[in-house]
Antibody, heavy 120, light 108 residues
Framework: EVKLLESGGGLVQPGGSLRLSCAASGFSVSTTYMAWVRQAPGKGLQWVSVIYSGDNSNYEESVKGRFRISRQDSQNLLYLQMTNLRPADTAVYYCTRVGQSVTQLFFEDWGQGALVTVSS | DIQMTQSPSSLSASVGDRVTITCRPS??????LNWYQQRPGQAPRLLIYATSSLPSGVPSRFRGSGSGTEFTLTISGLQPDDFATYYCQQSYSSLAWTFGQGTKVDIK
């Protein structure tokens, strides 16, 4: 059974930093695409970042240069390092396992989410 | 970026009703379209991938169709568990994915 458990959320001041962790079980993070998706309070879903094939990654435009996705294969962990945080980054951040069917990619499994609040 | 527009933004329906939600991308995306269900207070759940494929465990009353610039999610015989918000998402853009704004289905 696939399980994803996020941690590291909390309250941070604008301009501050925070690192989210996602502990995966039931599969290996090194063998699949992994992604972060966020949801601002009362709003819809927004893809944030993806990591794939080694250390290749991509980011949503508004977080480029501020966020960094990485993974620790030995511990089966996914990370999201967030710097220079803005109030607009306030959201629940979901860790997701990306499923694949031929050329199709989709967010197949989701964690319960970690709340990040950016406020002074 | 590919913009995803869902309609309606919300709807009210009764148990047993047939419900249809539409998703229109700003450009053609072949069949690279997924649907998610999010119940209040819960994480989203994959409902349909690749336009019309159901993951294991998703009831057959959910059906997805379409291609290019128009897609639909149909729920036949709405059940109490189906009152939720539904999101479409395109995976056509190479690793730059976008979601629709969501459609909230509530009880009439």
């Amino acid at each position: 059974e696939v399980k994803l458990l996020e941690s590291g959320g909390g309250l941070v001041q604008p301009g501050g930093s925070l690192r989210l962790s996602c502990a995966a079980s039931g599969f290996s993070v090194s063998t699949t695409y992994m992604a972060w998706v966020r949801q601002a309070p009362g709003k819809g879903l927004q893809w944030v970042s993806v990591i794939y094939s080694g250390d290749n990654s991509n980011y949503e435009e508004s977080v480029k240069g501020r966020f960094r996705i990485s993974r620790q294969d030995s511990q089966n962990l996914l990370y999201l390092q967030m710097t220079n945080l803005r109030p607009a980054d306030t959201a629940v951040y979901y860790c997701t396992r990306v499923g694949q069917s031929v050329t199709q990619l989709f967010f197949e499994d989701w964690g319960q989410g970690a709340l990040v609040t950016v406020s002074s | 970026d590919i913009q995803m527009t869902q309609s309606p933004s919300s709807l009210s329906a009764s148990v047993g009703d047939r419900v249809t939600i539409t998703c229109r991308p700003s450009q053609a995306i072949s069949t690279y379209l997924n649907w998610y269900q999010q119940r209040p207070g819960q994480a989203p759940r994959l409902l349909i991938y690749a336009t019309s494929s159901l993951p294991s465990g998703v009831p057959s009353r959910f059906r997805g169709s379409g291609s290019g610039t128009e897609f639909t999610l149909t729920i036949s015989g709405l059940q109490p568990d189906d009152f939720a918000t539904y999101y479409c998402q395109q995976s056509y853009s190479s690793l730059a994915w976008t979601f629709g704004q969501g459609t909230k289905v509530d009880i009439k």
